[in-house]
């Protein structure tokens, strides 16, 4: 059974939310961004997204949808705009997304979100110069479990909400997952705490809606045809334990899906997000969605 710190996720979280960008963003050049493009709507409330796209070349280039993390309670768009930026100058499309937050609207808001991301992004791949057939998803520990559930769910219906361009795929191709959490159900959210980020994002704690957790985690709905999934997680991580990373990829294998498993000896919670581990994991991340997005 896996134990998650509530004091530790909060402490993590507006830690990282304090600290600036290490190496700080700057657009690349041969990098194009149009930003704050409406991807959803309910009623009056317009979800938004920044585009990042290389600025020379036919296409249609494969695409990424890239979610914060955060807690599901804070975080922005702009966390992985350093990600974006970089794999658009390796000709990939990234749209960084923002999403409902747990403290305006709990699960499953944030999933139905992310899935109408992906939807515009298909239903606009021909303005943009995207392949509709190559979208992958990356995320960092909320943002991990979100794109899990993208890569993972395919198949249940009511996890794709209202957002908008219902006649559109919310399936993606491949899953780049930072720390995420993916089996919810056997976090320490079993306890009576309502007040950590995971009941606050789900709407009570584990006692009182045992299904939701079932249901909100990826791990669920692993089967054969999830996405090929690459996990990367730091060993010494104290908030998201390396344990769920190492089931992950156990459960996608034996259901006869591509998983692989990148370990960071030693670091902590976001690691990947500063050096020594902020270039490398850049890497390993072009190299898998070029390997499933852009293999000819």
């Not at 317009?46 to 807690?71: C, N, Q, T, W």
């Not at 010494?236 to 960071?264: C, F, H, I, N």
């Not at 994991?281 to 898998?288: C, D, G, K, N, P």
Request: aromatic share 10%; proline share 6%.
């Amino acid at each position: 059974m896996y134990r998650l710190s509530t004091i530790a996720l909060l402490f993590v979280f507006a830690l990282a939310a304090q600290q600036g960008e290490d190496p700080p963003f700057e657009l690349p050049a041969g990098v194009t961004v149009e930003r704050d493009l409406v991807y959803a709507r309910y009623g009056d409330r317009e979800m938004k997204l920044d585009l990042y796209r290389p600025a020379s070349g036919a296409g249609p280039f494969p695409a990424i949808v890239f979610i914060h993390g955060g807690g599901w309670s804070a975080g922005n768009k702009n966390a992985f705009r350093r990600q974006a930026a970089y794999q658009a100058t390796k000709g990939f499309a990234g749209a960084c997304i923002a999403y409902r937050l747990s403290g305006e609207a709990t699960y499953p808001a944030a999933a139905h979100d992310s899935k109408a991301a992906v939807r515009w992004v298909r239903a606009n791949a021909a303005k943009y110069s995207i392949n509709p057939d190559k979208i992958g998803a990356a995320g960092g520990s909320a943002g991990g479990h979100l794109v899990a559930i993208l890569g993972t769910s395919a198949k249940l219906r009511k996890l794709e909400g209202d957002g908008g361009n219902p006649g559109f795929s919310s399936r993606v191709q491949a899953v780049v997952s930072f720390n995420g959490v993916f089996d919810l159900a056997g976090a320490a959210a079993k306890s009576a705490n309502a007040t950590g980020p995971i009941a606050l994002f789900l709407g009570g704690p584990y006692d009182h809606m045992p299904q939701v957790y079932a249901e909100a985690s990826p791990m669920t709905h692993v089967d054969k045809s999830s996405a090929p999934f690459l996990l990367l997680h730091g060993t010494a991580d104290s908030t998201v334990p390396y344990q769920q990373s190492v089931d992950m990829q156990k459960k996608l294998e034996a259901a006869g899906v591509r998983a692989e498993l990148y370990s960071a000896e030693g670091a902590q919670h976001g690691f990947f997000n500063r050096p020594p581990h902020f270039h490398p994991t850049l890497e390993r991340m072009e190299q898998f969605f070029r390997s499933v997005l852009a293999a000819k």
